[in-house]
């Protein structure tokens, strides 16, 4: 794996910080790996994935044999009584980290933006492939007629 460059984002505990000050998890390809947890630094990142096989576990959170942070997004439900923490951090009983992408941030811990519902506060999660909608519903198109998509991994 060939390193780009040392993250332009600022990373606080192995995790990169986006711009609205939540964390930012998406799919990608990690080539770094800062306190054991992933970063993809051809768009700045940390990368992760809802659901997925749980492969190694670094510091009790669950990644896949790629790499990737296994996460659950709770949005605006709470966390489960059974949730285990690790680090401060919110895990299931397989290592799967619980985060937040709708949940104001209430606190931190280790510089970690968390929820009040008790999970890790993380930028808008959009699902690979989402068409993009106007405001009144229609299906956003180029004037070629494609569908402009939203999500996943946009190296193509």
Do not use: C, W
């Amino acid at each position: 794996m060939t390193v780009n460059s040392f993250p332009s984002v600022a990373i606080v505990s192995g995790l990169a910080l986006g711009e609205t000050g939540r964390i930012d998890l998406a799919d990608g390809e990690p080539d770094v790996f800062i306190g054991g947890l992933p970063i993809d630094t051809s768009a700045d990142v940390s990368v992760g994935i809802s659901g997925g096989e749980v492969s190694v576990y670094d510091g009790g959170t669950a990644l896949t044999k790629d790499g990737k942070i296994v996460f659950i997004d709770l949005k605006d439900q709470a966390l489960p009584g059974n949730a285990r923490y690790t680090d401060g951090l919110p895990h299931t009983n397989n290592g799967t980290l619980y985060v937040s992408s709708t949940q104001p941030i209430a606190n931190y811990v280790h510089g970690i933006p968390m929820t009040s519902t008790g999970a890790v506060a993380v930028e808008t999660i959009t699902p690979p492939n989402t068409r993009i909608k106007t405001s009144s519903g229609d299906v956003l198109v180029t004037s070629a007629g494609d569908y402009i998509i939203a999500g996943g991994n946009s190296n193509g």
